[in-house]
């Protein structure tokens, strides 16, 4: 974004510029003494983006254990910078944001390992593990190719 | 034998964090249904500051920022996501 001093609130640096700030709303089932935003959401996943189509549709629920977001006078900044939303929350809060033109990039506010379970391995670390899997292969014959 | 997919996670662990012990099993959990093996290490914020940390961001095929703020530093957390946001690294923060 280019924004020299851009920091999260949680530093206290005394930045003119927080970029990530406490979380203004808890979440509707808030765990006893959990942070703002523990439990689990609703919401919504953008069409065309990659979270699109690693989750496979525009619905679904995470759980989350954060008190801090990003704050959302920076969002147009945040677009401008090429990073594009790719989840929100029932208010509108963003979520999730992800680079489109990169092989592979998501960042989530909410922590999908939470409900990751054995049997049913989360969507997102599936198609994380796979498109690692295919950078290995693309790396490893580039190297091939150089030792050549 | 396939070779192991390798993820390194940019954090600093934590035991008691269920969400570290969570991320580590989810990784696991996921490769086993992939029947690919699956080779993780833990890199601690402080080690991804200086010059020598691309070497050890290079080593892995995929990177995650793990949960868990404030780092131990903020700075190599920094730097390591930029490392995969520039050079194009599957990389997921959580």
Known sequence: MKIADADSAENNSGSSHYVVTPLSCALPNRRVDGPKASGEEHLKILPGTLLHSVCGGEDDSEQYYCNYGVNEEYEKQFQAAGLRVSARGILGETRAVELPGHRFFIATLFQPQLSSRPETPHRFFLAFLRAAMRFRKTRSKRNRKARH | ?94
Do not use: C, Q
């Open chain 2, 1 to 94: 034998m396939t070779a192991a997919i390798r993820i390194g996670i940019m954090g600093d662990f934590e035991p008691i964090y269920h969400s570290h012990f969570a991320t580590n099993a989810a990784l696991y959990d996921a490769a086993a249904k992939l029947k690919v093996p699956l080779e993780v290490r833990w890199l601690p914020t402080p080690s991804l500051e200086g010059p020598a940390a691309e070497k050890t961001l290079r080593r892995w095929d995929g990177l995650i920022a793990s949960p868990g703020s404030p780092y131990k530093s903020f700075i190599g957390m920094l730097r390591g996501i930029e490392f995969a946001r520039t050079r194009d690294w599957p990389f997921v923060g959580t």
